[in-house]
């Protein structure tokens, strides 16, 4: 039987981890759209990692508690593998489904990078905001559906050469990908290496300038996917498959 899952938020749960309460959209989700009743079994998990089975105690319009009667494995196993994706931000849908399919496969961090070719800007500190709320909502709704007990981190927008000088000194392993002039991922990662923490960067439908990439190449490896010209948002998808099956648990 396939899990009926909601997040609660780690706070919530009570200390001694016997009950939590669901939040007013999950339990409006719990009442109106899978129409479940009390004493129904359901699962819920904290976002970091924990996941607990339990039934239904009470159910109201707007919150529910339930009640725990023990701590389970999630149905996903997290990924061995530490994996920050810098995606160039894309135009209306695009992002949303590169965020929900980068939570699908593992990926621990997604960072929206503002490029000189990037074909979104932002207005302001509100819009960057909205952006957010929405990206984890489809965290959360992706992360539910595949069974992952961890939800993956959505950073603020950040432009290219600031999210270089950062992730410089926080990665074992940093590649860029780009269209053109560079090396192949077998060629500039040794076979036996097996790095935990692996930072990958994603241009725009643009591509990347010449500045940038002469940028990056001091202290990043510049990859090319050879055989395929893909979009934006499938190269982000199909990378941090190959560097999943690579490096972390996709086998």
Known sequence: MTRRRFYADPDLFAADRTSVPLS?????????????????????????????????????????????????????????????????????????????????????????????????????????????????????????????AQLMTIESPVSFTDFLARAQLEAELRIVFAENDGGQLTNVVDDNAKPGRVTCVIGPEGGWTDDEIDHARVDWQIVTLRGRIMRAETAAIACAAILQHRFGDLS
């Open 24 to 148: 007013a959209d999950e339990s409006q989700h719990l009442r109106n759209v899978l129409r479940l009743m009390i004493g129904d079994e359901v699962y819920v998990f904290d976002g970091q990692g924990r996941e607990f089975r339990g039934h239904i105690e009470s159910l109201n319009r707007d919150a529910t508690k339930i009640l725990i009667a023990e701590e389970v494995a999630p149905s996903a196993t997290e990924s061995t593998l530490n994996l920050t994706m810098a995606v160039a931000m894309l135009k209306g849908e695009k992002f949303d489904l590169v965020v929900q399919k980068l939570a699908e496969l593992g990926v621990t961090c997604v960072v929206p990078l503002i490029s000189a070719r990037a074909d979104v800007r932002l207005r302001n500190d509100d819009d960057a905001e909205r952006n957010l709320i929405r990206w984890r909502r489809i965290v959360l709704e992706a992360s539910k559906q595949c069974g992952r």
